[in-house]
Structures are given as C-alpha cells and as structure tokens.
T-cell receptor, first 109, second 114 residues
Framework: QKEVEQDPGPLSVPEGAIVSLNCTYS??????FMWYRQYSRKGPELLMY??SSGNKEDGRFTAQVDKSSKYISLFIRDSQPSDSATYLC?????????WGAGTKLIIKP | NAGVTQTPKFQVLKTGQSMTLQCAQD?????MYWYRQDPSMGLRLIYY???????DKGEVPNGYNVSRLNKREFSLRLESAAPSQTSVYFC?????????????FGDGTRLSIL
C-alpha cells in the first residue's frame, strides 16, 4: 500500500463547476501538505501549502486538511479550461516529500 | 527569470550507454533534488543535496550517481543505462530541506532507453 493515495482520473467537468480533488494518507507523522499543479510537458508548480487541519483559501482555490481522517482536499471554484492539468498532492516526512500519483483534471468549455 | 534549467530536454539511449543530466538554478537555493516521474507511480526521489558539498540517497538511488558541482548545479549520471530507467527526470531546488520550503521544478528531461 502506498503512503499517499490519489485517484488518477481523468476527472472531466464542465467549465464553471466546482472541482474536488482528494488524497488519503497512512502516516500520521505527515505535517506539511502541499498541492502542486502540472501542465503537460512541464514541471510541477506549487499551488497551495498547509500545515494544520482546517481550510486555507487562495482566490478560487481552497485546501482542506483533516488529520483525524488522514484526508486532504483541494477545491477549485468557477473552474476554467486553463485549470486543465494534473494535480499532485505531496506531504513532508523525514526530509522528503512523499507524492501522490496525481489526478488528471479536464475542464470542458 | 529562468528558475531551474534542465538539459537536455529529450534523449534516446541504447542499453548500456552512459549519460549525464544537467541541472542549474539561479534562485540561490541551498538544496537541490532529482526525481523521476513514471505513470501511476508519481514522483520518486532519486538523490538530493541539502547543501553544497553534501548528497544523500532518496527512495530509488540504484543505477544513478550525482554530483553537486557548486551551489547552482546538480548533475545526475546514469553509468550503464537500462530500459527500466526510461522515465521523465525532474530537477528541483528549495531554500533548504524541510516541509516549510516549497520546491521549484524544471521542465524535465524525457529519457528513453532502448
């Protein structure tokens, strides 16, 4: 079993919809939680970073962490075709980031 | 405004050949990393360098060597390429190792081993 599980998708939604992307993890020692966005043939870029349980909002993006359930989410409001990408969750443990495999998101105009 | 630069962008090798992937960052970061990305496996850490002069193994170091040439540059070498090393390789950098430090990535080297 992987330490971080993420549904690979693809997840296809119409433009303007609210998108929910999720990761589960098994190691309760994980402390820092990140979401990266990766466009095709590009490197990942940091979208959101959270430390504690609860919500963090940045524009159309909200990151949510539930440490008791070992579950993190990324919500995208008013989704745009430019949001079409692969979204990777990552968690920090022992000087390493442990990554989910990524969810491919497609926003249909 | 280059950030992290990787060369080459694409490479095809035959089994047994060697090559070096180059990475340079211009953000004055102390720490640098090499990852490989494979379908359904996600990003896996090969080696990292916490600071100039130090290197450490990551999750999948076998078959690779690294050199931290100076603060800016971190290279990855495949001594005898194998088909299992076909992958996309990413270099990243951060101010320091640690969960508080976001990693900045290059655009990758796509490597095929025939």
């Amino acid at each position: 079993q992987k330490e971080v599980e993420q549904d690979p998708g693809p997840l296809s939604v119409p433009e303007g919809a609210i998108v929910s992307l999720n990761c589960t993890y098994s190691n309760s020692a994980f402390q820092y939680f990140m979401w990266y966005r990766q466009y095709s043939r590009k490197g990942p870029e940091l979208l959101m970073y959270t430390y504690s349980s609860g919500n963090k909002e940045d524009g159309r993006f909200t990151a949510q962490v539930d440490k008791s359930s070992k579950y993190i989410s990324l919500f995208i409001r008013d989704s745009q075709p430019s949001d079409s990408a692969t979204y990777l969750c990552a968690m920090y443990s022992n000087y390493q980031l442990i990554w989910g495999a990524g969810t491919k998101l497609i926003i249909k105009p | 405004n280059a950030g992290v630069t990787q060369t080459p962008k694409f490479q095809v090798l035959k089994t047994g050949q060697s090559m070096t992937l180059q990475c340079a960052q211009d953000m004055n970061h102390n720490s640098m990393y090499w990852y490989r990305q494979d379908p359904s496996m996600g990003l896996r850490l090969i080696y990292y360098s916490a600071s100039e002069g130090t290197t450490d193994k990551g999750e999948v170091p076998n078959g690779y060597n690294v050199s931290r040439l100076n603060k800016r540059e971190f290279s990855l070498r495949l001594e005898s390429a194998a088909p299992s090393q076909t992958s996309v390789y990413f270099c990243a950098s951060s101010e320091a190792v640690g969960g508080r430090q976001p990693q900045h990535f290059g655009d990758g080297t796509r490597l095929s081993i025939l």
